[in-house]
Nanobody, 125 residues
Framework: QVQLVESGGGLVQAGGSLRLSCAAS????????MGWFRQAPGKERKFVAT????????YYDDSVKGRFTISRDNAENTVYLQMNSLKPEDTAVYYC??????????????????WGQGTQVTVSS
């Protein structure tokens, strides 16, 4: 089994930056594609970004293109989400997820097999 733990969330002013981390443990995840999702209160969980196992390809939701960057360090079993130019509408709980099979660059939450507990990101105006 794979365990995922997010960290790095917090309160930041609009226009600021934040970097989230997702540490994986248990069964190796070096061959898994990884993704980030976010969920605001009363809203559905939405796709943010995904990265292939080797980090050679990334895919982003249009709402974060040019502002967010997903990356991974397989030697450290860690995935990152660098968030720049943050907006109040980015406020949500951010979740890390791992995908062992399914379409490449999948934005669908049901294609992901393992999930972290989430970390809160709040952007003030």
């Amino acid at each position: 089994q794979v365990q995922l733990v997010e960290s790095g969330g917090g309160l930041v002013q609009a226009g600021g930056s934040l970097r989230l981390s997702c540490a994986a443990s248990g069964r190796t995840s070096s061959r898994y594609a990884m993704g980030w999702f976010r969920q605001a209160p009363g809203k559905e969980r939405k796709f943010v970004a995904t990265i292939r196992a080797g980090g050679e390809s990334t895919y982003y939701d249009d709402s974060v293109k040019g502002r967010f960057t997903i990356s991974r360090d397989n030697a450290e079993n860690t995935v990152y989400l660098q968030m720049n130019s943050l907006k109040p509408e980015d406020t949500a709980v951010y979740y890390c997820a791992a995908r062992v099979r399914g379409p490449l660059n999948s934005p669908n939450r049901w294609d992901y097999d393992y999930w972290g507990q989430g970390t809160q990101v709040t952007v003030s105006s």
